[in-house]
């Protein structure tokens, strides 16, 4: 039995609006991050890394997708454009970090981390200075899908 979760926020690219990131375990071993039409006639796996990924979020602009990932042996967030290609660590910290999303105008993203400690809290960093960051928000309980929004 397969287990899917839309478990990312976020548009999806303007020219390709019917498309929707999401996690499964389909492929029999892990969870993946998918890309997929509406009418699920067009199903790809994202990343095609025997890794976990979890916390699919789109960029602003729908170009790129943030993923939590143990690629590296510990959990980041990375970065790929829409189609899986081309990932980056975001986040190269030894704590473990993931469930991440951009801010609206895509300059920072805020994700869930344990850097501190145990406990888990969250972090916000801009993309361009990725290892830096600092807490907004101490002690998360439970767990969630992080999306930046507009406070207007």
């Known amino acids: 039995m397969a287990v899917a979760a839309v478990v990312g926020c976020g548009a999806p690219p303007a020219n390709e609006p019917d498309q ?3 996690v499964s375990d389909r492929d029999g071993e892990n969870l993946d991050g998918f890309l997929t039409t509406l009418d ?3 199903v790809r796996n994202l990343p095609r890394h025997p890794s976990l990924e979890w916390g ?3 960029s602003p602009d729908g170009s790129k997708l943030l993923v939590g990932t143990d690629r590296d042996g510990n959990a980041e967030v990375h970065v790929m454009n ?3 290609n081309d990932p980056r660590n975001l986040t190269n910290h030894p704590a473990g970090d993931g469930s991440a999303s951009r ?4 300059r920072e ?5 344990d850097r501190d400690g145990e406990k888990r809290e969250l972090y916000l960093r801009r993309t361009d200075r990725p290892r ?3 807490r907004v928000e101490a002690e998360m309980n439970g767990s969630g899908v992080l999306c930046a929004s507009r406070d207007d």
């Open 56 to 58: 699919l979020a789109w």
């Open 20 to 22: 929707l990131a999401f």
């Open 82 to 84: 829409a189609y899986g």
């Open 40 to 42: 699920t006639t067009y």
């Open 103 to 106: 801010s609206p105008e895509g």
């Open 109 to 113: 993203i805020v994700c869930v981390s």
């Open 132 to 134: 830096r960051g600092r």
